[in-house]
C-alpha cells in the first residue's frame, strides 16, 4: 500500500489533524454520551479493522475515545486509514 501522508488525508477528512511527533499519522478525539456509546463505537470499529486488517491505536476513558491511524508497514498515512476514518465518522454519527 503506499502512502498518501498526512497532510493529504487531513485534506480529506474533517475533524481529523495531523498527530504530534515524529510519524506519518493522523488523529482525532471522539465524544459521546457516555461510556455505553464509547464502548459500542470501539465494538463496531474493532471488527471493522479487523476485517480490514489495519488496526488503530487508541485510547479510551468514560466517554472519550482518542484515535491515532497510521500503516505501520507503509510507514505513514494510506487510502486504508482514509477508509477506516470515514467508516468511524459515520459510526460516530449515527451514535451521537
Keep these: 500500500m503506499s502512502k498518501i501522508g498526512a497532510d ?18 493522523i488523529t482525532k478525539a471522539y465524544r459521546f454520551a457516555d461510556f455505553k456509546a464509547a464502548f459500542a463505537f470501539m465494538s463496531a470499529t474493532a471488527l471493522k479493522a479487523e476485517q480490514m486488517d489495519h ?21 505513514g498515512v494510506t487510502q486504508k486509514d482514509l477508509e477506516l476514518a470515514g467508516f468511524m465518522d459515520q459510526l460516530a454519527a449515527r451514535l451521537g
Excluded: M, Q, S
Design 8 to 25: 493529504a488525508a487531513i485534506k480529506a477528512l474533517k475533524g481529523w489533524k495531523i498527530a504530534e511527533g515524529e510519524r506519518d499519522a
Design 55 to 75: 488496526h488503530p491505536e487508541w485510547f479510551n476513558v468514560y466517554n472519550k475515545v482518542d484515535v491515532i491511524l497510521t500503516t505501520h508497514d507503509a510507514d
